[in-house]
């Protein structure tokens, strides 16, 4: 178990719909990193907070968006839903104390089903 | 930019052989390098990392990476493989300055016969 919390496991919606994934990170974490996992394009970041402002940006589409609240949980919003969206999307934090070489730690994922 | 290429889509290795996945990457600037490995329906564990040091870095299960700096690789070995072994596995990079989030290659599906 990563310490990593990601709801829902799994949800299936219709094209054109809206849907929020949640992630709690590692206790203490303050960062958050939202990945998309599809059978196409691999594993691709798309975004990161640190402690509720956003850090970097990947290659996340507009019809997304992400927010972190003050208690570190994240939301990853997916709008306008397509078929093609359909992916695992992975939620990762790490440890900010120390040196800045810390691997990520992965949640298990929230498969997302478009019809 | 920042990218990392895993030629191998499957390995196949009977149990007991030693095992390779291999990984190159390309990075200006020093790389950290990263193993994961995904059971199916699972999040990616971490297995090993590479930051400085001993070219040869020991992670968990007993898997091993050799860092080759001339080569840009990072391949990821063990000596012998178990049938549990089979997963998939991604190697990531990023600099050792800025931007934290890793990119991950492709993946290699290792599978062990019994």
């Known amino acids: 178990d990563s310490g990593v919390t990601q709801t829902p496991k799994h949800l299936i919606t219709a094209t054109g719909q809206r849907v929020t994934l949640r992630c709690s990170p590692r206790?203490?974490?303050?960062?958050v990193y939202w990945y998309q996992q599809s059978l196409d394009q691999g594993l691709q970041f798309l975004i990161q907070?640190?402690?509720?402002?956003?850090?970097a940006k990947g290659n996340i589409l507009e019809r997304f968006s992400a927010q972190q609240f003050p208690d570190l949980h994240s939301e990853l919003n997916l709008s306008s839903l397509e078929l093609g969206d359909s992916a695992l999307y992975f939620c990762?934090?790490?440890?900010?104390?120390?040196?800045?070489?810390?691997?990520?730690?992965f949640g298990e994922g929230s498969r997302l089903t478009v019809l | 930019a920042q990218s990392v290429a895993q030629p191998e889509d499957q390995v196949n290795v009977a149990e007991g052989n030693p095992l390779t996945v291999k990984c190159t990457y390309s990075?200006?600037?020093?790389?950290?390098l990263f193993w994961y490995v995904q059971y199916p329906n699972r999040g990616l564990q971490f297995l090993l990392k590479?930051?400085?040091?001993?070219?040869l870095v020991k992670g968990s299960y007993g898997f091993e990476a050799e860092f080759n700096k001339s080569q840009t690789s990072f391949h990821l070995k063990k000596p012998s493989a178990l049938v549990s072994d089979s997963a998939l596995y991604f190697c990531?990079?990023?600099?050792?300055?800025?931007?934290?989030?890793?990119?991950f290659g492709s993946g290699t599906r290792l599978q062990v016969q019994p």
């Open positions: 990762a934090s790490h440890g900010d104390r120390g040196l800045n070489t810390g691997e990520l730690f």
């Open positions: 206790s203490g974490d303050l960062s």
């Open positions: 907070y640190y402690n509720g402002e956003e850090r």
């Open positions: 990075v200006s600037g020093n790389p950290y």
């Open positions: 590479y930051i400085t040091g001993d070219n």
């Open positions: 990531a990079v990023r600099r050792d300055t800025g931007r934290r989030a890793l990119t």
